[in-house]
Nanobody, 125 residues
Framework: VQLVESGGGLVHAGGSLTLACAVT????????IGWFRRAPGQDREGVAC????????YYVRSVQGRFTISGSSAKNTVYLEMNDLKPEDTGVYYC???????????????????WGQGTTVTVSA
């Protein structure tokens, strides 16, 4: 199983970015997919997670209304659309997959079976 993130970059506060996570080795419909981030000097935290099969999506409170997680079964890729970005959104963003802890696992856990290498998002004030 391999997860490869892309789409990170430098953006001004209020701007937007869309991250992509290309998954190989497993169908995204067979696992729960989540986005996590690690801000400088902080622990990794969950951001958003969902099941492409069931269609439920979960977000941590700090990104609700600004971030949207989605997936493409045809491309076996998961996306994280980020709008109205804030400096506190700065960090390395990782996608992850697991199928044991439940769909909303990103809201209470930062563990997973499979991780990508991460993509860096920097939001300037």
């Amino acid at each position: 199983v391999q997860l490869v993130e892309s789409g990170g970059g430098l953006v001004h506060a209020g701007g937007s970015l869309t991250l992509a996570c290309a998954v190989t080795g497993i169908d995204i419909g067979d696992v729960y997919i989540g986005w996590f981030r690690r801000a400088p000097g902080q622990d990794r935290e969950g951001v958003a997670c969902f099941s492409s099969t069931i269609g439920r999506k979960y977000y941590v409170r700090s990104v609700q209304g600004r971030f949207t997680i989605s997936g493409s079964s045809a491309k076996n890729t998961v996306y994280l659309e980020m709008n109205d970005l804030k400096p506190e959104d700065t960090g390395v963003y990782y996608c992850a997959a697991q199928n044991v802890l439940g769909i909303n696992w990103c809201t209470w856990s930062n563990t997973a079976d499979h991780w990508g290498q991460g993509t860096t998002v920097t939001v300037s004030a």
